[in-house]
């Protein structure tokens, strides 16, 4: 098991009391446990609070745009399948700008781990209303209230089949552990939603609203997609948390690395014959 | 004086098979020597519409498509209607029995007459026309031959037959077509389009991932790369979006890939964000964008030059790119090489700017020359201590570690960075890193590719041109009487470098720019840059390419 110092420290620019630090914590330990050396890691973030965090991991990272994570986990994926990549963001940032990117990867199926830090908020632009916001929720930039109904995101996986579809909490960080480690481990695209309370811009998603809701699966069979959707249909009354759906199935992708994929000439000269 | 090049139009509804008469038709002449020029116009529809396929071909090079018609091969009434009046003076027409070619000379096939079933009008039209030419029939079998290897030798030796009986009922007949010089070598040849020759180039440098959105007419620089290069071991996917498309290839970038996106405007459009993120992360990326008129969808299969200044400007931000703007089949496939060898030494985004025409233009050319192509800059797999990958250097130019291969890291930024790829908001730091990215400019523009200076230096009046219109320039410089012209044609039109064409455009008596969009682009960029104003401009913004007659006719007014 690696050393989770190895991951080291460094310091953030959250708020304290901010569920990212118990997140941030978490996927290091899962990494070690996993014994994931930062050389063999890549993680690609968007752009956001939770979008900062691999700067705040020794390990390969891509730090890209606001929303288009997803692409570049994937395409790092393509080129380099040997390597673990992990794809951490905020709501916003996964469901919003990148909804697409966030449907196609499901569909695509390559061995990506997408954590999303899900704090039901714009958490960088100083809190307005994030696909997840609950319907009725009053911020400075929705006055009379978020208009639309939130997204539910692991229904949305689910109903598409994801290969793992998971719900955690950054206020249960052992189970989180264990979500991260199941979910990185999956062969095959894994989300794992991970709710996080924002203590600066949302105060009704809170911790302790969390809590109340929030419940740890037992007894659920995973591979039962009705039971599944069911489960993550209890949102927002109740919170299961656990994997609600896995699918085992071969995810697309091979082992070539094409940085050390070249041509060869005799086979390029065929090439261009075939226009003779 | 025996004719040196003739122009052979076939028209038709899509659907009608002209494009397959057509490329059957070029390769066979390809392959007998001679040089070959297409210009396909086509409708955005699967069937039905007007379309035409026009061949150019001669024993000397074919610089230009052009306007005027040598043997109008008609699928269709419509056909002889709508081009009856572009046939050259001892132009002629080639059309089915049932037809009315007016008084027009030239053959009427009876279709019913020379093959059992419609199946094989195609093959008739294809043996008509090649013995029209007085050609062999030996390239037109072995096309056919390789055209429907697969479908079996029965199906091979029917349209064998016919091609032979097609032959014969032309060379019973009087001549109706001065036959054309034969060339004198036969010598190895390829036919390919734009898109062909810049997915091929690609390939020869190296690319082996594509990530992609179907846009029209990119598409086929895709599917071309995925056909040849698949069994290479090029990885490829079809995106959701374009903005999937560029950031998926700068992911795969970073991670040792060595990608291509290819989009057309709107799509490229939509790529923008990626163009900066590329150039602040200092990946590598060669984005091939192929032109159609605009703005927003406008006409899918036609042709425009007006997408130069979304290129130039693309991304917020500032930060050095190189834009090649080939004007041959040839230029796609050796300026596609350079730019992804570009791409590597700087880091910096990289534009290949095509159009429609050229994109189905197939030509002729001669076999590329792989043994000549420069070997591409590689990154670093592995790499000592004291890494940095955003290292201030003179060049500029930090030298790049592909993460994965050595135990250390490499980190990638968005945002301003420092050094270490560390996000920053410190302002002697931006300074910096700014500055570092932007002095790759500086070499970039060492090693720009200068403009080709066709005819008499200090002539009466100057061409200005760029990309796709240099054909119709070289050929209009040709036919002006009582002046002397000159033809300044730019394949690299960014960046520009003054002191490789500045006399050229001084010392002419007039200079007019030849554009394919609607308000001079190029020629108010290079005013910008130079302060140089050329006297006049024609522009061509109909969604057709620019012809030589299209020149000489606006030439009438200016001179
Ligand atoms: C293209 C683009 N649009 C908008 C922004 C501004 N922006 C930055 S982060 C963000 C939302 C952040 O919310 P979320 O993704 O939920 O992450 P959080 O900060 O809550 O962790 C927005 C709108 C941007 N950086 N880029
Ligand atoms: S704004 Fe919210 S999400 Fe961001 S660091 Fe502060 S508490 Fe955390």
Redesign the pocket.
């Known amino acids: 098991m690696a050393n989770i110092d190895v991951y080291g420290e460094f310091e953030t620019s ?2 304290p ?4 630090f118990s997140i941030l914590k978490s996927l290091k330990e899962a990494l070690a446990e996993l014994d994931i050396p930062p050389h063999k890691l890549m993680v690609s973030s968007g752009i956001g ?2 979008a900062k965090m691999p700067h705040y991991i020794n390990c390969h990272m891509f730090n890209g745009l606001h929303g288009r994570s997803l692409p570049v986990a994937q395409g790092m994926k393509m080129a380099n399948p040997e390597m673990t990549v992990v794809c951490v963001s905020g709501d916003g940032c996964s469901y919003g700008e990148g909804g697409n990117h966030f449907t196609a990867a499901i569909r695509r199926n390559l061995d990506v781990t997408l954590l999303v830090h899900n ?1 039901q908020i714009y ?2 632009t100083k809190g307005q209303a994030s696909p997840t916001t609950a319907r009725g929720h009053v911020t400075k930039a929705q006055p009379d209230g978020a208009a639309s109904d939130a997204f539910n995101p692991v229904a949305v996986a689910i109903a598409q089949k994801a290969g793992f579809v998971a719900r955690a909490f950054s206020g249960e960080p052992e189970h989180l552990v264990g979500t991260i480690k199941a979910a990185i481990e999956h062969d095959g695209f894994s989300l794992v939603d991970i709710l ?1 309370p ?5 105060k009704i998603n809170t911790f302790s609203w969390y809590k109340e809701r929030a419940y740890i699966l037992d007894n659920h069979d995973e591979t039962d997609w009705c039971a599944a959707l069911m489960k993550a249909g209890e949102f927002p009354d109740r919170i299961p948390l656990g994997v609600l759906y896995r699918k085992m199935e071969p995810h697309n992708g091979d082992g070539v690395l094409l940085a050390k994929h070249e041509y060869a000439k005799s086979d390029l000269k065929e090439l261009l014959q075939s226009f003779a | 004086m025996s004719r040196q090049n003739i122009n052979i139009v076939i028209g038709g509804a899509a659907g009608q098979g002209l494009a397959t008469i057509g490329t059957l038709f070029s390769k066979a002449m390809t392959r007998s020597g001679y040089n070959v020029l297409v210009l396909q116009k086509y409708m955005s529809r699967v069937r039905g519409g007007h379309n035409t396929f026009a061949v150019r071909m001669g024993v000397d090079e074919i610089v230009s498509p052009t306007d005027e018609i040598d043997i109008l091969v008609a699928l269709n009434a419509e056909t002889v209607n709508l081009h009856r009046g572009e046939l050259a003076e001892d132009g002629i027409i080639i059309c089915g029995d049932d037809i009315d070619k007016g008084d027009v000379s030239g053959l009427l096939i009876p279709f019913n007459d020379l093959a059992s079933k419609p199946l094989f009008y195609n093959t008739v039209a294809l043996g008509v026309l090649g013995s029209v030419l007085c050609q062999d029939i030996c390239y037109f079998e072995q096309m056919l031959s390789e055209a429907f290897g697969k479908k079996g030798n029965e199906v091979v030796q029917a349209n064998l037959d016919v091609l032979r009986i097609a032959f014969d009922w032309v060379k019973a007949k009087e001549a109706v077509y001065d036959c054309l010089p034969v060339p004198q070598y036969g010598e190895n040849k390829l036919m390919l389009n734009g898109n062909e020759a810049i997915a091929m180039g690609a390939l020869a440098a190296g690319c082996n991932f594509l990530s992609f959105y179907p846009m029209s007419p990119s598409t086929s620089i895709a599917q071309t790369l995925i056909g040849k290069g698949r069994g290479l071991g090029l990885k490829y996917e079809q995106v959701e979006d374009e903005i999937a498309a560029i950031n998926m290839a700068i992911g795969a970038s970073f991670a040792g890939a060595r990608p291509i996106v290819t989009t057309s405007g709107g799509g490229f459009a939509l790529m923008v964000e990626g163009v900066s993120l590329a150039a602040v992360s200092e990946t590598p990326l060669v984005t091939a964008v192929v032109q159609r008129p605009g703005p927003a969808t406008g006409m899918a299969t036609r042709t425009e030059q007006a997408d130069l200044n979304l290129v130039l400007y693309a991304g917020h931000g500032e930060f050095p790119r190189a834009i090649f703007a080939p004007a041959t089949v040839e230029e796609c496939f050796y300026l596609t090489h350079r730019a992804f060898d570009l791409a590597e030494q700087y880091q910096t985004p990289m534009f290949i700017l095509s159009d429609q025409f050229l994109a189905d233009s197939y030509q002729s050319v001669d076999v590329f020359d792989l043994d000549a192509l420069p070997d591409i800059a590689k990154p670093m797999l592995t790499v000592g201590g004291g890494y940095k990958r955003y290292e201030l250097t003179e060049d500029g130019v930090s030298p790049r570690l592909v993460p994965g291969f050595c135990e250390t890291l490499v980190r990638g930024d968005s945002h301003e960075h420092d050094e270490n790829g560390r996000i920053t908001e410190d302002g002697e730091n931006r300074i910096r890193q700014n500055s570092k990215r932007l002095v790759k400019g500086c070499g970039l523009w060492q090693d720009v590719i200068g403009p080709d200076y066709y005819g008499e230096k200090g002539a009466d009046l100057v061409l200005l041109c760029w990309g796709t219109t240099l054909g119709a320039c070289l050929e209009a410089a040709e036919q002006v009487d009582n002046h002397s012209v000159g033809v300044l044609h730019f394949k690299q039109v960014y960046p520009l470098r003054e002191e490789q064409f500045m006399e050229f455009l001084e010392e002419a008596g007039e200079v007019v720019a030849v554009e394919g969009n609607a308000t001079g682009q190029f020629a108010r960029f290079l005013a910008q840059e130079t302060g140089f104003r050329v006297g006049a401009y024609v522009l061509r913004f109909d969604g057709r390419i620019m012809t030589p007659q299209y020149v000489l006719r606006g030439l009438e007014s200016i001179l």
């Open positions: 959250w708020c009391g901010c569920g990212n609070q939770a704090n958490g960088l996080q924002c203590v600066s811009f949302n």
